[in-house]
């Protein structure tokens, strides 16, 4: 019933620019976090960055100041712009959303209830 897709990934020499962005569609009341995770190969999947509703943002240490999340929450959608790119930041990325869906009883009651949805993710390789 929703679904995150993510586009924008590519190749890109060192020191280049992507966009990545994350669509989330369906039964959709709200959305609380979005969040960007990668996994290089070998390696454990891990955070990027994530944006709550409100718009504050955390980074990991190792994109600190080269990358940006963005959210435009009429369009429940995420962004990340990636610049300064490193070989290390070759991977796949992945959106992650925690969503609130509305949905109703067989006695027509309303309840909410949510949970974290991933994309399939983007490949991003950086080398030159």
């Given at each position: 019933q929703v679904q995150l897709v993510e586009?924008?990934?590519g190749l890109v020499q060192p020191g280049g620019s992507l966009r990545l962005s994350c669509a989330a569609s369906g039964s959709i009341f709200?959305?609380?976090?979005?969040?960007?995770y990668r996994?290089?190969?070998g390696k454990q999947?891990?955070?990027?960055a994530s944006i709550i509703s409100g718009g504050s943002t955390n980074y990991a240490d190792s994109v600190k100041g080269r990358f940006t999340i963005s959210?435009?929450?009429?369009?429940n959608t995420a962004y990340l712009q990636m610049n300064s790119l490193k070989p290390e930041d070759t991977a796949v990325y992945y959106c992650n959303a925690d969503i609130k869906t509305k949905a109703t009883t067989e006695s027509?009651?309303?309840y909410y209830y949510g949970?974290?949805?991933?994309?399939?993710?983007?490949?991003?390789?950086?080398?030159s």
């Open positions: 586009s924008g990934g709200s959305i609380n976090v979005m969040g960007w996994q290089a190969p999947r891990e955070l990027v959210r435009d929450n009429a369009k027509d009651e309303e949970r974290h949805y991933w994309g399939k993710g983007t490949l991003v390789t950086v080398s």
